[in-house]
T-cell receptor, first 117, second 113 residues
Framework: GAVVSQHPSWVICKSGTSVKIECRSL??????MFWYRQFPKQSLMLMAT?????????EQGVEKDKFLINHASLTLSTLTVTSAHPEDSSFYIC?????????????FGEGSRLTVL | LAKTTQPISMDSYEGQEVNITCSHN???????ITWYQQFPSQGPRFIIQ???TKVTNEVASLFIPADRKSSTLSLPRVSLSDTAVYYC??????????????FGGGTRLMVKP
């Protein structure tokens, strides 16, 4: 199966600092990756679609200047939470469909838990 | 977008069969039905996908009636390790299909000893 890996798995930062989360597809290429956010006891909320070589597409209500997404290669997308605040504390999960494989099966990373103090 | 409705939670005991039903009344002709499992502090994991009738794999079965307005995920002989949240997604399996990316509330399954 396809493997998606995230790093770091958890991070604690001070309010006002920026945090970068990496999402890598280990054994497949992904022209598109997706970033989700999940608060405790809630479902996953799609934040944005990351497109290799072009700008990300953000869902309504998600601040693009706060959540910077870069998809520099076919196997790496990064999410940077800028000037993080306690309300940004959440579980961030990335996912991808392998390029050229239209089965509808999304492969997810392990998730990254962000805690902003 | 095809909206899905699932029970918020279910309880079961080890060894029992568990059936989780998902309603999707406005499913489109080209839509597939996909189920994911999520453990606490982990990303979701694909369980099974189907279009119509019955699909079975090594971990579950998916039953889809002729009208496709609902589907039932069946987990045979559950164990404690099946305690998780189960999500039903409906959409067309293209990488940019919005439905396939939209998670509903999910069903929190608790398996008791």
């Amino acid at each position: 199966g396809a493997v998606v890996s995230q790093h770091p798995s958890w991070v604690i930062c001070k309010s006002g600092t920026s945090v970068k989360i990496e999402c890598r597809s280990l054994d497949f290429q992904a022209t598109t990756m997706f970033w989700y956010r999940q608060f405790p006891k809630q479902s996953l909320m799609l934040m944005a679609t990351s497109n290799e070589g072009s700008k990300a597409t953000y869902e309504q209500g998600v601040e693009k200047d706060k959540f910077l997404i870069n998809h520099a290669s076919l196997t790496l997308s990064t999410l940077t939470v800028t000037s993080a605040h306690p309300e940004d504390s959440s579980f961030y999960i990335c996912s991808a469909f392998p390029s050229g494989r239209n089965t509808g099966e999304l492969f997810f990373g392990e998730g990254s838990r962000l805690t902003v103090l | 977008l095809a909206k899905t409705t699932q029970p918020i939670s279910m309880d079961s005991y080890e060894g029992q069969e568990v059936n989780i039903t998902c309603s999707h009344n406005n499913i489109a002709t080209n839509d597939y039905i996909t189920w994911y499992q999520q453990f606490p502090s982990q990303g979701p994991r694909f369980i099974i996908q189907g279009y119509k009738t019955k699909v079975t794999n090594e971990v579950a079965s998916l039953f889809i009636p002729a009208d496709r307005k609902s589907s039932t995920l069946s987990l045979p002989r559950v164990s404690l390790s099946d305690t998780a949240v189960y999500y039903c997604l409906v959409g067309f399996p293209l990488y940019n299909a919005g439905n396939m990316l939209t998670f509903g509330g999910g069903t929190r399954l608790m398996v008791k000893p």
